[in-house]
Nanobody, 119 residues
Framework: QVQLVESGGDLVQAGGSLRLSCAVS????????MGWYRQGPGKQRELVAG??????YYDDSAKGRFTISRDSAWNTVYLRMNSLRPEDTAVYLC??????????????WGHGTQVTVSS
């Protein structure tokens, strides 16, 4: 019932920019937080940026370069990435802490979008 769909991943040269989007759909959802994560081959998944109703969080690797934002209805969550580096190459996933209309809460995930940064 809850669906998260990422888009915006692409191949970009070092120093370039991308904006990722996560579209959220479902009925009677209460969203407490959303985040952008990334995972490269042979690496653990890491939280890049998170957002709640009134706060944001950034991993040290993202501070000063990435910006997370959302629309007021939580329909879409964005990640603006500037000054991209080859080490940013990964599959980027959005995840949400969401309670549905039935009362069940969970962590929901999208399937990811590939970001590749060439040198």
């Amino acid at each position: 019932q809850v669906q998260l769909v990422e888009s915006g991943g692409d191949l970009v040269q070092a120093g370039g920019s991308l904006r990722l989007s996560c579209a959220v759909s479902g009925s009677r959802l209460t969203i407490y937080s959303m985040g952008w994560y990334r995972q490269g081959p042979g690496k653990q998944r890491e939280l890049v940026a998170g957002i709640t109703r009134d706060s944001t969080y950034y991993d040290d690797s993202a501070k000063g370069r990435f910006t997370i934002s959302r629309d007021s209805a939580w329909n879409t969550v964005y990640l603006r990435m500037n000054s991209l580096r080859p080490e940013d190459t990964a599959v980027y996933l959005c995840g949400g802490d969401i309670v549905t209309g039935s009362g069940g809460g969970n962590r929901y995930w999208g399937h990811g979008t590939q970001v590749t940064v060439s040198s």
